[in-house]
């Protein structure tokens, strides 16, 4: 007997997860390739002000008028992943051990980065898959040594909050091998008429693992097989799918990510003509499957002449959210959501103004100090997962993790409480700091109502 597929509504929308902002946020340098981390590794941060700043970005968008959730931040220090290198001990001594051996080691097993949750996962939503579910593979993040810690929390957290299996699946992160490295919703693109209609997903790769070596500065952190892998289980079909380099200028640029250089919303793509290894050939790709699909694309492509690639690394102008905006706020249309450094760079400020002046869907260009967080590459997509659902399947998701103006403000207070506002390597190490972020972590779970989203045990010290 086969399954009766339901009709889904057209009326799905987009919700946002973005990523809470860890206590332990800080400038480790970690991030080969990932030009801003480089820059400021070894200065001290500020985690208060950046999980501030993460939370008045959402404010603006509630007041915007589109829904927001958040996914919350990951154990850190994590002291389970030290001990089982073999450090012994009670948790605080387990700290101190491993950073009187390697203070390195120690930065990488407590780095904030699950703040960036368009790596956290890919998403394809109801209309694209073959069993009319949502479908979340978590990234495994197998290119960066302390972002691929990340992905068994990040299952973990997912499937707490999405727990329907009528509605949802939560896939295992792909194997742990060079072949499948994963980042996730970063090099993954979506058009469609609307959010609720049947979609193209763009899948960007910056390197083929079984294809000939390539002459890259910097990793290209996403595989070919890794997201064909992903389409694979997401059960896309070939005309919802198309897969296509990243190009190798791009990377040694700095565009350690698809996202650094491009965003989509419905019909529209926003790129720089440097994003992609032959630009004219994803276009003729896109539109031919897009008719096929009943749609139009719009390609709106900056021309390095009038933005250099180099202003587009250093002020993130593709790594805004483009969100569409309800019209019972707005005339409709679309909105760019972006960080205060496309305003202050001349180019990308013109380019913005242009496009806004243009013959497009984009109406609205709101800009946000998220200056903590830029610091080490990530900016207003990074710190977004995008997740379109229709209305049952929101009805579904664990509602302690969906925002409004109260919860907001209680976040905000819970951050003022429990983080400090500086942060060195040299505090990474401390046992009265590893104490202040469970204690904190603890309160979030009574927050978002996820009392069992942790694992950790504490032990006296
Ligand atoms: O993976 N930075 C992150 C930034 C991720 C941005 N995300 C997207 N483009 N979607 C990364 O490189 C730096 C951490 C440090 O150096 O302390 C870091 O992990």
């Known amino acids: 007997m086969s399954a009766v597929i339901p009709d889904l509504p057209l009326t799905a929308a987009e919700l946002n997860f973005d990523g809470l902002v860890g206590p332990s946020h800080n400038y480790a340098g970690l991030s ?3 030009i801003a981390s480089a820059k400021h590794g070894g200065q001290a941060a500020n985690p208060r002000a950046a999980a501030l700043q993460g939370l008045a970005k959402m404010r603006r968008l509630l007041d915007l008028g589109l829904p927001q959730a958040i996914l919350p931040p990951q154990e850190r220090p994590y002291v389970r992943g030290l001990r089982a290198l073999g450090f012994g001990g009670s948790d605080g001594q387990v700290l101190e051990n491993a950073f009187a051996q390697s203070p390195a080691l120690v930065a990488n097993y407590s780095s904030a980065s699950s703040m960036w949750t ?11 898959s073959a069993d009319r579910r949502v479908h979340f593979t978590p990234a495994n993040l197998t290119a960066m040594p302390h972002r691929a810690l990340e ?4 299952r973990r957290a997912l499937s707490m909050i999405f727990k ?6 939560v896939h295992a992160p792909l194997a742990h091998t060079p072949l499948l490295g994963d980042e996730g919703a970063a090099n993954h693109n ?6 609720g209609t049947s979609g193209l997903e763009v899948f960007v790769y910056g390197r083929d693992a079984l294809g000939p070596k390539t002459d890259l500065k910097f990793p290209g952190r996403q595989t070919l097989q890794a997201s064909e892998a992903v389409a694979r289980l997401h059960g896309l079909k070939d005309a919802n799918t198309v897969f296509h380099p990243q190009s190798p200028t791009a990377i040694n640029a700095g565009a350690f990510h698809n996202d650094v250089v491009c965003v989509s919303n419905e019909t529209v793509l926003f790129f720089h003509e440097a994003a992609f290894d032959d630009p004219a050939v994803l276009e003729k790709r896109i539109k031919t499957k897009a008719a096929a699909l009943g749609f139009a694309p719009q390609f709106i492509m900056a021309r390095a002449d009038d933005v250099p690639l180099t202003d587009v690394i250093s002020s993130y102008l593709f790594n805004s959210q483009l969100v569409t905006l309800p019209k019972k706020l707005s005339q409709g249309g679309m909105a760019l ?5 496309v305003e202050e760079t001349p ?3 013109a380019f913005v103004d242009q496009t ?6 984009i109406t609205e260009a709101h800009y946000l100090d998220l200056r903590q967080s830029m610091s080490n590459g990530g900016g207003p997509a990074c710190l977004r997962l995008r997740v379109v659902l229709n209305a049952a399947q929101r009805a579904a998701v664990h509602p302690g993790v969906i925002m409004d103006a109260a919860k907001l403000s209680a976040l905000e207070g819970w951050v003022k409480t429990h983080y400090r506002d500086r942060l060195t390597r040299a505090d990474l190490g401390d046992r009265q700091f590893l104490d202040e972020t469970r204690t904190a972590l603890e309160a979030l779970t009574q927050l978002l109502d996820l009392p069992n989203l942790y694992d950790f045990q504490r032990t006296e010290s």
């Open 32 to 34: 080969h390739g990932n």
């Open 118 to 128: 368009a790596n956290a996962a890919t998403v394809t939503p109801a209309a694209d």
């Open 151 to 154: 992905d068994q929390q990040t």
């Open 164 to 169: 329907d299996d009528t509605h949802f699946v």
């Open 190 to 195: 979506r058009l469609c008429a609307a959010h």
């Open 337 to 341: 959501i972006l960080p205060t450094q």
């Open 347 to 349: 180019s990308t400020k």
């Open 356 to 361: 806004l002046a243009g013959d497009n869907p």
